[in-house]
């Protein structure tokens, strides 16, 4: 029954955030002047922040950092969004929490974030469907991250921002993740199983290694859906 629910879970995500933690507000919200999103609301927290995608602000031949950069200017490519933001929605502030500095091994395309309040400090992951952004429908990976210096985002030297799955050639079409905190494993929805209908995967550490192989990725429901999906 609850492998049933984190499906159902999985199914309704879309491009919404897939369940509100009591307390929140959810009437005459207004975002005031966000950057432009594409992908959505990934997830909520319990402090009242939605992190959201951003399609970016990257310059070719590296990122644009300059103060003046067009919050609003889009990375062409595949998808979704190399930047993450956070609006604070009990003080209407956004804050810059990822942002793609390109090339391999770095989160270029977020599909989704699942974040574990359990762990001090608190662990996010975070779906890419671009780990490698010359090769962008042929890869996509899990990445898990930790704000180790404490300064409210992941942008950080001293942060951690790695790969959660070693093997980047496997999810190549994921969108919906979701954790079981219980067990510690991760249900991804991936869009390759029959006529293109969502398959989803289980990923479980089988050798405590604290990283999932390609051995520990296991298909588990083939979504019977003639609709398009994307959570």
């Known amino acids: 029954m609850r492998k049933l629910i984190l499906i159902v879970a999985l199914i309704f995500t879309g491009a ?3 369940a509100l933690h009591s307390g929140y ?3 005459d919200l207004t975002l005031t002047s966000p950057p432009d999103t594409q ?3 990934f997830t909520t927290d319990s402090n009242n922040l939605l992190y959201f995608g951003h399609a970016t602000a990257r310059k070719m031949g590296g990122l644009d950092k300059s103060a003046n950069r067009n919050p609003n200017s889009r990375l062409s490519g595949r998808g979704a969004s ?3 933001w956070k609006y604070d929605v009990d003080g209407g502030t956004f804050t810059l929490f990822y942002t793609s500095p390109g090339g391999l091994t770095s989160i270029n395309s977020v599909s989704g974030i699942w974040i574990d309040e359990t762990t001090t400090p608190w662990t996010y992951y975070i779906a890419d ?4 952004p010359a ?3 042929t890869t996509g990976a899990v990445w898990i991250a930790q704000d180790l210096t404490g300064d409210g985002d992941i942008l950080d030297g001293g942060d951690r921002v790695e790969l959660y799955t070693t093997d980047i050639s496997v999810l190549v079409y994921i969108s919906g993740i979701i954790r079981d905190d219980v067990t510690g494993e991760i249900y991804v929805t991936n869009a390759e199983g029959t006529l293109g209908n969502p398959m989803v995967y289980r990923l479980s550490d089988d050798n405590i290694n604290g990283y999932i192989e390609s051995g520990e990725m296991y298909a ?5 859906n003639s609709f398009a999906f994307a959570g």
Not at 129 to 132: A, C, E, F, L, R
Not at 220 to 224: F, V
């Open 16 to 18: 919404t955030a897939w």
């Open 25 to 27: 507000q959810t009437t």
């Open 39 to 41: 992908s959505g609301v």
């Open 82 to 84: 190399s930047e993450i």
């Open 129 to 132: 469907q671009q780990p490698d």
């Open 135 to 137: 090769n962008p429908f």
């Open 220 to 224: 588990y429901y083939n979504l019977e």
